[in-house]
T-cell receptor, first 112, second 112 residues
Framework: ETGVTQTPRHLVMGMTNKKSLKCEQH?????MYWYKQSAKKPLELMFV???????ENNSVPSRFSPECPNSSHLFLHLHTLQPEDSALYLC???????????FGEGSWLTVV | QKEVEQNSGPLSVPEGAIASLNCTYS??????FFWYRQYSGKSPELIMS????GDKEDGRFTAQLNKASQYVSLLIRDSQPSDSATYLC????????????FGRGTSLIVHP
């Protein structure tokens, strides 16, 4: 069982749809992250939030919109995505000065 | 540009052998290093962290760090088929955003 839970685990959406990915961490951490993992590529950092404030936006297209209402919850709002956005989206949490980050199970996204 | 380099593999070893996974990093400011294991279709899970030069052992796993050579390795003794997975190396500098940089991962196959 992981301290970071993500929903949905699988999502298929059309290019004109709007959907959201949700992440919740039960570890008391103050930093949360969104990563994208595509086949044969390194993990790509998308966004970082520390104490609910966005501290990193790694040149992510505006069709991805993060939201962090509190230190335990993180959303990724998806709008007019492209097929190349199909990937595994991983949420993670950690202490912003701590030593490790912990990943959720991921949300598999397919854009058709 | 901070980079973490890993041979993508696959690295194939027989059951019971020692698997040796290697990683180099470009950022000399990196102070913390992590090995994550990722089974197919699953999220990465932390298996080892190392912060000082030398070896660190945990069960069948040994992490080795050489900061002068900017080199990190993971040895898996008595490899089992259940060790078959992708192993991700990550490096992180202290201070700033504390965000780890991940390599592409090395695929390990342990065959009976």
């Amino acid at each position: 069982e992981t301290g970071v839970t993500q929903t949905p685990r699988h999502l298929v959406m059309g290019m004109t749809n709007k959907k959201s990915l949700k992440c919740e961490q039960h570890l008391g951490h103050n930093a949360m992250y969104w990563y994208k993992q595509s086949a044969k590529k390194p993990l790509e950092l998308m966004f970082v939030y520390n104490f609910k404030e966005q501290t990193e936006n790694n040149s992510v297209p505006s069709r991805f919109s993060p939201e962090c209402p509190n230190s335990s919850h993180l959303f990724l709002h998806l709008h007019t995505l492209q097929p190349e956005d199909s990937a595994l989206y991983l949420c993670a949490s950690g202490e912003n000065s701590g030593n490790t980050i912990y990943f959720g199970e991921g949300s598999w996204l397919t854009v058709v | 540009q901070k980079e973490v380099e890993q041979n993508s593999g696959p690295l194939s070893v027989p059951e019971g052998a020692i698997a040796s996974l290697n990683c180099t990093y470009s950022d000399r400011g990196s102070q913390s290093f992590f090995w994550y294991r990722q089974y197919s279709g699953k999220s990465p899970e932390l298996i080892m962290s190392i912060y000082s030069n030398g070896d660190k052992e945990d069960g069948r796993f040994t992490a080795q760090l050489n900061k002068a050579s900017q080199y990190v390795s993971l040895l898996i003794r008595d490899s089992q088929p259940s060790d078959s997975a992708t192993y991700l190396c990550a490096a992180r500098r202290e201070g700033g955003s504390y965000i780890p940089t991940f390599g592409r991962g090395t695929s390990l196959i342990v065959h009976p």
